[in-house]
């Protein structure tokens, strides 16, 4: 039997014939009322421990949520670090490749120079040559006109 404030205030004891109340009914009234307690103090218990309960998992779930931040900020900085050390990385790379084709550029112009002065030595040569088989040859033209 549930109690409320109300019925505490409006109940009524039957008096017995000297004036005074019948104490079965008082017992029984406050049987009722100490059970009535006995039974708001066990809610009240279930109440504390559910919500001592809940403040923990809240506490566990508000850990949780601190670290989940951290690891995030902790994963964003570490994809700016990656993504600086890529881009330094990539400069590098380009800076090597041009140096690189400076030096391939640099052969080739030097090996175009040799190969221009090569070609130069073989045309002087050849006309040395030339010039030399010419006269040769009319030095032979002049040595067969006069055994003739």
């Known amino acids: 039997m549930k ?3 109300l019925d505490i205030q409006q109940q009524q004891f039957k008096g017995k014939l000297f004036g005074g109340l019948n104490p079965d009914d008082v017992d029984s009234f406050l049987q009722a009322v100490a059970q009535e307690m006995e039974h708001l103090n066990r809610e009240n218990t279930i ?16 850990q949780r949520e ?3 931040r951290e690891t995030l900020l902790a994963a964003q900085r570490i994809t700016e670090e990656m ?3 890529a881009q330094k990385e990539a400069d ?4 090597e490749a ?4 400076e030096k391939i550029l640099a052969d080739a112009e030097n090996t175009l120079v040799l190969l221009k002065n090569d070609i130069q030595e ?6 040395q040559f030339e010039s030399s088989f010419r006269a040769l040859l009319e030095s032979h033209g002049k040595m067969l006109s006069i055994h003739e």
């Open 47 to 62: 109440f504390r421990e559910q919500t001592q309960k809940m403040a923990a998992e809240t506490d566990v779930l508000t």
């Open 83 to 85: 993504k600086i050390n």
């Open 122 to 127: 073989l045309r002087r040569q050849k006309i």
């Open 3 to 5: 109690i409320s404030p």
């Open 66 to 68: 601190r670290e989940l």
């Open 98 to 101: 041009e140096v690189r084709a």
């Open 92 to 95: 590098l790379i380009i800076a």
